[in-house]
T-cell receptor, first 114, second 112 residues
Framework: ETGVTQSPTHLIKTRGQQVTLRCSSQ?????VSWYQQALGQGPQFIFQ???????GRGNFPPRFSGLQFPNYSSELNVNALELDDSALYLC?????????????FGQGTRLTVV | QKEVEQDPGPLSVPEGAIVSLNCTYS??????FMWYRQYSRKGPELLMY????GNKEDGRFTAQVDKSSKYISLFIRDSQPSDSATYLC????????????FGTGTRLLVSP
């Protein structure tokens, strides 16, 4: 167990709706990164939050947004859901911006868009 | 061309076999190399973490990095049915923000 927890574990949404996914980082970690893993693929980097600021972003549209709170937990919000957004969403917890440090993943939230 | 290439498998071996899993990459800026194990419908679990070239051993697992060839490997000795999972290689530059770049994962099946 990594100590990184995500909620909910499963979610079904309708195309066009909005969704919020949550992540609690490992104790002592101040950095949370979000990844999208489509079926049969490796995780793809969405963005990273370090000390409540977005610290870097991958190739995802602006309808993917996030927050980090003072306790370093984080949210991923996706607006205007599309069918291709169906995937396992993973958060990873690390220390001090994460550069060159170990990243530990939660169990993921499986999002299905119908 | 993807930055990280990994054979998706599946790779089927009998219990007790030595397993070799590999990734190649194109970005010479990568400095940190990781192997994650992912069971079905679960998050990735960090197995091995190495910096630059060389070998690292942890129990039945050995990770090798050859930066000159842009090639990394994970060896599993005395494989067990419980090792059946998808193995993901990942790497990062170690500068700027942490952005792990993953391979597609290799599915390993160890039969009793």
């Amino acid at each position: 167990e990594t100590g990184v927890t995500q909620s909910p574990t499963h979610l079904i949404k309708t195309r066009g709706q909005q969704v919020t996914l949550r992540c609690s980082s490992q104790s002592g970690h101040n950095t949370v990164s979000w990844y999208q893993q489509a079926l049969g693929q490796g995780p793809q980097f969405i963005f990273q939050y370090y000390r409540e600021e977005e610290n870097g972003r991958g190739n995802f549209p602006p309808r993917f947004s996030g927050l980090q709170f003072p306790n370093y937990s984080s949210e991923l919000n996706v607006n205007a859901l599309e069918l291709d957004d169906s995937a396992l969403y993973l958060c990873a917890s690390s220390l001090d911006g994460g550069r060159g440090t170990e990243a530990f993943f939660g169990q993921g939230t499986r999002l299905t868009v119908v | 061309q993807k930055e990280v290439e990994q054979d998706p498998g599946p790779l089927s071996v009998p219990e007790g076999a030595i397993v070799s899993l590999n990734c190649t990459y194109s970005n010479s800026a990568f400095q940190y190399f990781m192997w994650y194990r992912q069971y079905s419908r679960k998050g990735p679990e960090l197995l091995m973490y190495t910096y630059s070239s060389g070998n690292k051993e942890d129990g039945r697992f050995t990770a090798q990095v050859d930066k000159s060839s842009k090639y990394i490997s994970l060896f599993i000795r005395d494989s067990q049915p419980s090792d059946s999972a998808t193995y993901l290689c990942a790497m990062e530059r170690g500068t700027g923000f942490q952005k792990l770049v993953f391979g597609t994962g290799t599915r390993l099946l160890v039969s009793p």
